[in-house]
């Protein structure tokens, strides 16, 4: 039994022939190559998010003592079970949840169309999910129970679309940036019709959920959403493998025997559903799925997006937003889209700038 984590394509596994960086590890009998400085990028981004954590349902209005937080995290009974386990905890572990997710499908999408501008929040599918969600919560349509399950809807009608547009033969990188930045505008712009023909205080309502908030979730959305993404798991294992196979150019793919179309349309579907049921659990927080593969490949510098960084990077910056958002303007709380949109949107005319500069022969 085999396993990397970084290169492309996948090494030998030999304890005495390996790739420089990597090393063995054997586990009853099986034996996984493993990238050395992924590994310790993923470790320490562990330990990182673990003291967000902590500070997450440490710090609010009233401040709970580490100690206290930890006996209601472990089950033991405290004086701060209100504070901690039902106000904080929930809201804290749909933010873990949401993140990891983005970050994965923001990881899987950019891989497929090899261009890191491709996001779920900028090739339209955020706002297929958003579109059809508020549709319905303008005009009354369903009851909230059912409107994850109309983001997750949303987003896979809008990247289906997406896909069918771009596909020429193949599916061109650029082509389809461009065609998913068109359909993303359009569909905002659905959007915003839905909101100014429906009730006020209901158009106010879908507006705060547009721009990403945390406020008021629970476990009614936790548990469904950690439930959906213990089911995708195996999918994601799979992904983990399938994408060494995407990174390599066409004819090199094709001679090895990868069926890149299908590939490609497993990777893509897979992402789609992740970013579609985390925006169903949160809203659309907007360049989270940017942010974190692109970060996780330059931290672990590996040849491939590391889906298991960046999946802990998505849901560090979720969680830290969000208790940005909370305390940043106390009482007042911010939804949590804002604080990422705020880091987002430079990097996002960052690698605009860059890829440009790259394009005309200068250096990166």
Known sequence: MTATLGTTPEPALNPRIRPAGYAVLRVRGAAFMV???????????????AAACLAYLCVGESFVQPVEALKVVFGQPSPDELVVGTLREPRMVVGLLVGAAF???????????????ASPDIIGISQGAS????????FGLTSYA?????????????????????WRGGLHATRFVLIGIGFAIALRSITTLFMTKGDYLVAQQAQIWMTGSLNG???AEANPLGLTLLVLL????????????????????TALGVRLGRVRLGLVALGVVLAS????????????????????????????IPLLSSALLGALIVVLADLLA?????????????LTAAVGAPYLIWLIVRSRTVRNGGTA
Do not use: C, K
């Not at 970050?103 to 090899?114: E, K, S």
């Not at 579109?131 to 303008?138: D, E, K, P, R, S």
């Not at 909370?326 to 939804?335: I, V």
């Open 35 to 49: 990238h050395r400085r992924a590994a310790v990028v993923a470790t320490t981004l562990t330990v990182l998010l």
């Open 103 to 117: 970050g994965v499908a923001g990881g899987l999408i950019q891989t497929v169309a090899r261009n890191p501008l």
């Open 131 to 138: 579109a059809l969600t508020v549709g319905a919560m303008t």
């Open 146 to 166: 059912v409107l994850p399950y109309l983001s997750v809807l949303g987003g896979v009608l809008a990247a289906a679309l997406v896909y069918v547009f771009a």
């Open 217 to 219: 979730r629970g476990w």
């Open 234 to 253: 195996p999918f994601v294992l799979w992904a983990a493998r399938a994408q060494r196979s995407v990174t390599l150019d066409d004819d090199t793919a």
């Open 277 to 304: 049921v985390a925006t169903g659990a949160a809203g659309p927080v907007d360049f989270v799925a940017l942010l974190a593969p692109q970060i996780a490949r330059r931290l672990t510098r590996t040849a491939q």
């Open 326 to 338: 909370r305390r940043l303007f106390a009482p007042t709380e911010l939804p949590v889209g804002v």
